[in-house]
């Protein structure tokens, strides 16, 4: 399958306490705690290609690679922009606080799933 160049979506995340560094464990301030930015990231990079997809299909992430630039303090809207090959920007309304690259994989959902048994 080959997917158009191009494609983009953008996935959006308001800050609470449960998205900060102090409460998932990676840090110990009240700021957007990096493995949630990452996985905004991921999921805006999902997302680009799902319509495009066949139905039984789905992808996963296979590598990231991103940087985490500024704080994000609870309230503050965040938001992940992917395009296809996975260039994926985060940003604190014009500011950039994360950018990176990503890998995801086309895989058959049930194939992929029997492989976990």
């Known amino acids: ?11 959006t995340l308001t800050v609470t306490e449960n998205h900060t560094a102090k409460s998932v464990g990676s840090g110990d301030l009240d700021v957007l705690a990096t493995p949630i930015m990452t996985a905004l990231m991921e999921n805006a990079a ?3 290609v799902a319509e495009q997809l066949q139905e039984d299909d789905t992808t996963v992430g296979g590598q990231i690679e991103s940087s985490h630039l500024k704080p994000s ?45």
């Open 1 to 11: 399958m080959a997917l158009q160049p191009g494609l983009t979506y953008t996935s």
């Open 46 to 48: 999902m997302l680009a």
């Open 73 to 117: 303090p609870i309230g503050s809207n965040v938001t992940a922009t992917a395009k296809l090959f996975f260039d994926i920007t985060a940003r604190q309304g014009e500011n950039i606080i994360g950018s990176g690259t990503h890998l995801r994989y086309i895989v058959n959902r049930e194939k992929f799933m029997q492989k976990c048994k």
